[in-house]
Each structure stands twice: as structure tokens, then as C-alpha cells.
């Protein structure tokens, strides 16, 4: 799995401070783990910026401070933004060790394109993104892959328990639907119209 690497330097500015800092282009940002201090930290925004769309929630960070020999992995945990603007506010980043197992959101990769997109009648419906998984930090997945042509008719449906990734436990309940197919409204009320129009003829041909 690709490692990046981000250089951050110890915050003492901390509080309502830090605003300072942000319109000085520096994000302020904490690491943290289990069994791990939490530390104050600032990281260059415009740099940062970069590295967020890549890193995502699964790919491995190598913090290195000019002030200090470790080099230290962590993966992003949380990102606040200004609601209004988008303008980051703070980071967290969670401290891993390589021989202790993390929980982590990985995304779900949709490929291939379910027949029933085709169908005026059918409607193919995406209910997760994203499943929770465990593992040690080398082996988390960038993505899972979900085949979506195998959604073809009415009451098809890929469920989290149809996922299989080596080396990796999906926490997330395997009854979760990740996908299904589903009739449109209009099909439906079709249907029913038409289980109407003969009932009433089977009740005419009988009453006859």
C-alpha cells in the first residue's frame, strides 16, 4: 500500500488562537492513538490540501518533523471544514501500529453496470458507499470491488456478507444491502391495475 509523506511541526498555539494561524496558511491539527498521548500539531494547508483527495481514510501518512527522527504513520481520521466555505479547520490524525489490527471505512468500487439500468421498468438503487473493516495497517484494501451485472431483475441485491477480501474482516453487518433492483413506481401501479382488471374478469366469468 502507498505511503505518503506530510511534514508537520509541534503547535503551541492552541484555543481560539488558532485562527491566526489559519489565515496564515497553516492548518492546526492533532495526532493521537491507542495508548498514545494526544500531540498539538500545525501542517502547511496548501500541502495538505493536496494530500487529503489521495490519502483519503485508507492510505497511510508518514508525518516527519523537522524537530525530530520519528517518522510516524497515521492514517486521517477527521477533517473539519467551515460548512459555509469548505476552508479547512483542523485535522486528526490517528496514529497506527504496524503490528496492531485498525478499524477503518474503505469505499466501495462499483463496476460493470447492473441490465436493469436498460429497463424503463426497473431502478437500480445504491444504499451504501462505504463498509468498516479490520485489519492490520498493510493490508487495508484502497477499495472493494462490487460487480454490479449481476443485477438483472426485480428483488436482485448484493448484500456486505457477498464481500470477500483477503486478508481483511468487514465489520459491517453482512445483512446491510449494498445495492438492489427495484420496480418503479409506475410498474408497480401497472401491475396492480392489471391484477385488478382480472380479478374482476375471473369474477365476471364465475358470477356467468
Same mark, same amino acid.
Given at each position: ?9 509541534? =503547535?503551541? %498555539? ?8 489559519? =489565515?496564515?496558511? %497553516? ?5 493521537? $492513538?491507542?495508548? %498514545?498521548?494526544? *500531540?498539538?500539531? *500545525? ?5 495538505? @490540501? ?38 479547512? &479547520?483542523?485535522? /486528526?490524525?490517528? +496514529?497506527?501500529?504496524?503490528? /496492531? ?9 462499483? *463496476? ?10 426497473? %431502478? ?11 485489519? &492490520?495497517?498493510?493490508?487495508?484494501? *484502497? ?6 451485472? =449481476? &443485477?438483472?431483475?426485480? $428483488? ?14 468487514? &465489520?459491517?453487518?453482512? @445483512? ?11 410498474? +408497480?401501479?401497472? @401491475?396492480?391495475?392489471?391484477?385488478? +382488471? @382480472? ?10
Amino acid at each position: 500500500m502507498e505511503t505518503m509523506e506530510l511534514e508537520v511541526e509541534n =503547535r503551541t %498555539i492552541l484555543g481560539k488562537k488558532v485562527s491566526a494561524l489559519r =489565515r496564515s496558511g %497553516i492548518t492546526p491539527a492533532n495526532i493521537f $492513538g491507542h495508548a %498514545i498521548e494526544s *500531540q498539538a500539531v *500545525q501542517v502547511n494547508t496548501a500541502r495538505v @490540501e493536496k494530500a487529503l483527495p489521495r490519502a483519503g481514510r485508507t492510505h497511510m501518512i508518514a508525518l516527519k518533523s523537522p524537530s525530530s527522527p520519528k517518522i510516524r504513520r497515521v492514517l486521517v481520521k477527521d477533517v473539519q471544514r467551515d460548512p459555509m466555505t469548505g476552508r479547512l &479547520l483542523h485535522i /486528526d490524525f490517528y +496514529e497506527v501500529r504496524m503490528k /496492531d489490527k485498525v478499524k477503518v471505512e474503505v469505499p466501495l468500487a462499483f *463496476q460493470g453496470e447492473s441490465p436493469a439500468a436498460h429497463r424503463t421498468d426497473l %431502478i437500480f438503487l445504491e444504499n451504501l458507499r462505504s463498509v468498516e473493516v479490520e485489519c &492490520l495497517p498493510n493490508d487495508i484494501p *484502497q477499495s472493494i470491488a462490487v460487480d454490479l451485472s =449481476r &443485477l438483472a431483475r426485480a $428483488g436482485d441485491r448484493i448484500l456486505v456478507g457477498d464481500l470477500k477480501v483477503d486478508g481483511v474482516t468487514i &465489520l459491517t453487518h453482512p @445483512e446491510e444491502v449494498i445495492a438492489r433492483v427495484a420496480r418503479t413506481k409506475a410498474a +408497480e401501479v401497472r @401491475e396492480i391495475a392489471a391484477e385488478a +382488471e @382480472e380479478a374482476v374478469v375471473e369474477g365476471a366469468s364465475g358470477a356467468a
